[in-house]
T-cell receptor, first 112, second 116 residues
């Protein structure tokens, strides 16, 4: 079953604009991770935020986590056409070992 | 350092046939995972190996699905009597330990299985 729900399902923006994607989940987590997927194939790990962290940055990426609301957001600043992809949040729940539970993803289209 | 590799990249089979999908994890990674991704969905967990043993196979949909990792490295996902509903991209991932609060999983490119 899917734990996370990304919002929006699809997002279309122009190059240079910022893109914000949101993720909500249902159960307590150990950490939350964001992945990118191009053309429905391999997933690329973008960033991991632990349950005791509230914000994390990596290059043009900014992730926030609000465990009280069970939600996270991914912000991509100054987007580029190459950012066009599907983005998934995945939660790592407190089960003693790690198996990821993914949402359905947000399809981002960045037009030149 | 090679990443996770999966073979074949595409597999077309007929309903009722048996298929094997192979995953080569990153060298030294003890944890290995299989996920299945249907069109328009996120990946769904199938099975997790810690070393040679299946630590969690709760995601396997039924007993037609089986996976092995006999030497703690390469893993094979086996599907018997394939059905059209098995059509999906099968993703493999590996991580260094499988535990801890910073457990990044590295994914392979996937095998696209089509059952006609």
């Amino acid at each position: 079953s899917q734990q996370g729900e990304e919002d929006p399902q699809a997002l279309s923006i122009q190059e240079g604009e910022n893109a914000t994607m949101n993720c909500s989940y249902k159960t307590s987590i150990n950490n939350l991770q964001w992945y990118r997927q191009n053309s429905g194939r391999g997933l690329v790990h973008l960033i991991l935020i632990r349950s005791n962290e509230r914000e994390k940055h990596s290059g043009r990426l900014r992730v926030t986590l609000d465990t009280s609301k069970k939600s996270s957001s991914l912000l991509i600043t100054a987007s580029r056409a190459a950012d066009t992809a599907s983005y998934f949040c995945a939660t790592d729940q407190n089960s003693g070992y790690s198996t990821l539970t993914f949402g359905k993803g947000t399809m981002l289209l960045v037009s030149p | 350092g090679a990443g996770v590799s999966q073979t074949p990249s595409n597999k077309v089979t007929e309903k009722g046939k048996y298929v094997e999908l192979r995953c080569d994890p990153i060298s030294g990674h003890t944890a290995l995972y299989w996920y299945r991704q249907s069109l328009g969905q996120g990946p769904e967990f199938l099975i997790y190996f810690q070393g040679t043993g299946a630590a969690d196979d709760s995601g396997l949909p039924n007993d037609r699905f089986f996976a092995v990792r006999p030497e703690g490295s390469v893993s094979t996902l086996k599907i018997q009597r394939t059905e059209r509903g098995d059509s999906a991209v099968y993703l493999c991932a590996s991580s260094f330990t499988g535990t801890g609060s910073y457990n990044e999983q590295f994914f392979g490119p996937g095998t696209r299985l089509t059952v006609l």
